[in-house]
C-alpha cells in the first residue's frame, strides 16, 4: 500500500477518536499534526528560496548579498557589488512572470502577501482554503523572492501553513468553528517556525486577525502548534537567534524621550507605506492588461531600481544586519529603506507572491537606524545605534501590521534583544496609536465583534430591534445570467465582494459566489456562464428582523442574503451581509447606551 492510501486509511480513524475526547485534548492532538506539518512546510519554503537565491541572484547575476549571522552569514563585507547589474531586471522580470503563470492558472488566491487571504478566509470564507494553495504559493514565493523580488516569507508562510490547517479540517469534517482555529494553528505553526519565534508566531496568528483585538479562544492550540513547528525547522537550522547583536546593546532611561520620538517617526512612515503599496496595488488593478503581466511589470521595475540601489531587492536580512553593527553609512541606510517601500510595493502590490513582514523589518531598521546614526553625527549624541535599529524594527512594524505585541515579542525572538522590551513598548504603543486605522491587512477587522466569525455571539434582543431595511446595502452589484464565470472571477478581484445576486429583467434568479468559481478548473472558467453554476438564491425581505435572518445565515453558513421586496415579489431591493448585520447590530447598541445616558441625565438632574 502507497504512503497516501496509509495516511486516508488513518484519518477516517483518527476522525472516530477524535470524537470520543474532550475538545482540550482533540486540539492539543490536531495542533500537533498542525505544527508538524507546517514546520515542514517552513523547511521546504526556505530551501526554496535559498536554491533559486543561490542560481538566479548568486550565480548568474552576481549578487552576492550578505546574510544575516544566525543564517549562514560568517562576516560583515566591507564591499558588496553586483557583478552583472544589468541583467537584475531581466530575471526579475521573468520570475514576476512566471510567478504570475503559475498563480493566475492555478490559484488566484495566492497572489500577494498571503496573510491579507488568510483573514479573509479567516473572517468570509469559514476558514476554507482549498488544498493547492500550500504548493503554489511555495513555488511561487521561492520564485518571486530568488529572482530579485523585495518580498518576505511570513505571508506565505502564513497562507502555507493556513492551507495545510484548512485541509486536516476538511478532511476530519471539522465544523466551521474548528476550521477556523486548525488554520490559526497552521498560520503560528509556520510564522513561528520559519523565524525561530515560537511565541511572536502564535501571537501574531490571535493578534492578526483584528486592529484592536485578539482570537482568545485559540491560544491553547496555537502555542502548542507554534512550538511544535519550531522544534521541526530548527531540528534542521538549528536554534539560534537569526540576527546577531552586539553584547554593548542596551538602552538608557534618559534616552526614552527618543525612543518616544522614534515612534512617531514610524507611525508616520507607517501610514506612507500603508499609502503607497496600496496606491500603486490599486494603479496595477486598473490596468487594461492580463494579470499575468501585472507581476512581471512591478518585478522588472524593482530591477530596473536595484540597478541603483541593490540593498532594496531580495528580503534584505543581510542589510539589517550591517545596520546593527554600524557599517552602513548613515545616509545610505536611509536611501534604502525609503527606495525599500517602492520596490516592496512595485513587488507585491502588482501581484507578485511575497510577505511584507521581512521589507517592514528592513525599512524601520534602516530609517530608525539611519536616524539614529545622523543624531549621533551631526548633534554629538550617544545613542545606542544597534538599539535604535532593533527597536525600530519592532515599531515600525507595529504600526504597519497592527500586531504591536507580536511585533516586539518575535523581533526579540528574532536578535536575542529582550533587554530593549522597555523601550519598545513604548515606540511600538506611540507608532500604533499614531498610524491609526491604516494598516497593511485590508482584511483586518476592529474587534470579535465586527467579524463574521463570532456572528453568533450577538445580542439576540437587540437583533429583534433592527429591520433588513433599515442595514442593508441598496446599491447591489449585480450580474447576468449570461456572463462568462471568468469575467465574474474578475469582478470579486475587482471589486472586492465574494458574491452576486444574478438578475434577469429586474428579478432575482440566482446566487454565485467566489466559492463556486475558484472549485472549477481554470479552463472551464471561460467555457461556462454563470446561469450553469449559479445556485438558487436564499433571500431576505425587507421587513424582517435582523434575529431570523442571522438565524439562517448560521443555518446554512452562508455570508450574504439578497434582499427582495416580499415574499410575492422576487424585485432586488438590496443585498444584506453579515458586516451590514454586525454595524446595524453596533448602531442600535450605541442608539441604546446614549438613550441610557439621556435617562440617566434626566434622573440626576
Not at 549571522?69 to 526579475?92: F, I, M, N, Q, Y
Not at 503554489?136 to 495545510?164: R, V
Not at 431576505?540 to 434582499?563: N, Q, S
Request: with cysteine; net charge positive.
Amino acid at each position: 500500500m502507497t504512503m497516501s492510501g496509509k495516511c486516508f486509511e488513518i484519518l477516517p480513524r483518527l476522525k472516530i477518536y477524535l470524537e470520543k475526547i474532550k475538545c482540550l485534548e482533540r486540539w492539543m492532538i490536531l495542533s500537533l499534526i498542525i505544527g508538524v506539518i507546517s514546520g515542514i512546510g517552513a523547511i521546504v519554503l526556505r530551501l526554496l528560496v535559498d536554491l533559486v537565491l543561490d542560481i538566479c541572484l548568486v550565480e548568474f547575476v552576481g549578487y552576492p548579498f550578505p546574510q544575516p549571522l544566525g543564517e549562514g552569514g560568517s562576516t560583515l563585507l566591507k564591499d558588496v557589488a553586483v557583478a552583472r547589474p544589468w541583467l537584475l531586471p531581466v530575471v526579475a522580470g521573468i520570475g514576476g512572470l512566471l510567478s504570475a503563470l503559475l498563480v493566475y492558472t492555478f490559484a488566484p488566491e495566492a497572489e500577494g502577501h498571503g496573510t491579507d487571504s488568510v483573514i479573509h478566509a479567516f473572517h468570509r470564507l469559514r476558514g476554507f482554503i482549498r488544498a493547492r494553495v500550500p504548493v503554489i504559493k511555495s513555488l511561487a514565493t521561492a520564485i518571486t523572492i530568488g529572482t530579485a523580488g523585495s518580498a518576505g516569507k511570513e505571508g506565505p508562510i502564513a497562507q502555507i501553513g493556513a492551507g495545510f490547517g484548512s485541509w486536516i479540517a476538511n478532511v476530519l469534517h471539522l465544523s466551521a468553528k474548528d476550521r477556523r482555529i486548525a488554520v490559526l494553528c497552521g498560520v503560528a505553526g509556520g510564522i513561528g517556525s520559519i523565524f525561530k519565534a515560537p511565541l511572536g508566531g502564535a501571537i501574531f496568528a490571535l493578534e492578526v486577525l483584528y486592529k484592536r483585538d485578539f482570537e482568545f479562544e485559540a491560544w491553547v492550540p496555537v502555542f502548542t502548534s507554534s512550538i511544535v513547528g519550531y522544534a521541526i525547522f530548527t531540528s534542521v537550522w538549528g536554534t539560534g537567534h537569526i540576527f546577531a547583536i552586539p553584547e554593548n546593546i542596551s538602552f538608557s532611561i534618559i534616552e526614552l524621550p527618543f525612543y518616544f520620538i522614534l515612534g512617531l517617526i514610524m507611525g508616520v512612515v507607517a501610514i506612507i507605506y500603508v499609502k503607497v503599496f496600496y496606491g500603486l496595488h490599486k494603479l496595477f488593478k486598473k490596468l487594461k492588461i492580463s494579470n499575468y503581466a501585472k507581476p512581471a511589470i512591478g518585478c522588472l521595475l524593482t530591477g530596473f531600481i536595484g540597478i541603483f540601489v541593490p540593498e532594496a531587492l531580495e528580503m534584505g536580512y543581510g542589510w539589517i544586519q550591517y545596520a546593527i553593527f554600524g557599517e552602513m553609512d548613515a545616509y545610505r541606510m536611509l536611501i534604502v529603506g525609503g527606495t525599500k517601500i517602492l520596490t516592496t510595493s512595485l513587488t507585491v502590490g502588482s501581484g507578485g507572491s511575497g510577505g511584507v513582514f521581512a521589507p517592514s523589518l528592513v525599512i524601520g531598521a534602516l530609517l530608525g537606524g539611519g536616524l539614529a546614526k545622523i543624531l549621533n553625527q551631526s548633534l554629538g549624541f550617544r545613542l545606542n545605534i544597534a538599539a535604535f535599529t532593533v527597536v525600530s524594527m519592532m515599531s515600525f512594524f507595529s504600526a504597519a501590521g497592527k500586531v504591536p505585541l507580536a511585533s516586539m515579542i518575535m523581533v526579540a525572538e528574532m536578535t536575542g534583544g529582550y533587554e530593549l522590551l522597555i523601550p519598545a513598548m513604548l515606540a511600538c504603543a506611540t507608532s500604533y496609536l499614531v498610524s491609526g486605522g491604516y494598516t497593511l491587512y485590508i482584511n483586518q477587522v476592529n474587534s470579535r465583534i465586527e467579524s463574521p466569525a463570532h456572528i453568533d455571539e450577538l445580542n439576540v434582543d437587540i437583533l429583534r430591534m433592527v429591520k433588513v431595511r433599515d442595514v442593508m446595502t441598496k446599491e447591489v452589484v449585480t450580474v447576468s445570467p449570461e456572463m462568462s464565470v471568468y469575467d465574474i472571477a474578475e469582478l470579486v478581484r475587482r471589486t472586492g465582494h465574494s458574491g452576486f445576486p444574478v438578475v434577469s429583467d429586474g428579478k432575482l434568479i440566482g446566487l454565485i459566489t467566489y466559492t463556486d468559481i475558484i472549485r472549477l478548473p481554470s479552463y472551464e472558467r471561460k467555457k461556462l456562464k454563470v446561469k450553469d453554476i449559479m445556485k438558487r438564491p436564499l433571500v431576505a425581505y425587507e421587513d424582517e428582523t435582523l434575529d431570523k435572518v442571522v438565524h439562517r445565515m448560521i443555518t446554512y453558513r452562508v455570508g450574504r442574503f439578497p434582499v427582495v421586496k416580499s415574499k410575492d415579489s422576487y424585485r432586488l431591493i438590496g443585498i444584506i451581509t453579515r458586516h451590514d448585520i454586525i454595524r446595524g447590530y453596533e448602531n442600535k447598541v450605541e442608539e441604546i447606551h446614549q438613550e441610557q445616558e439621556r435617562e440617566n441625565k434626566s434622573i440626576e438632574s
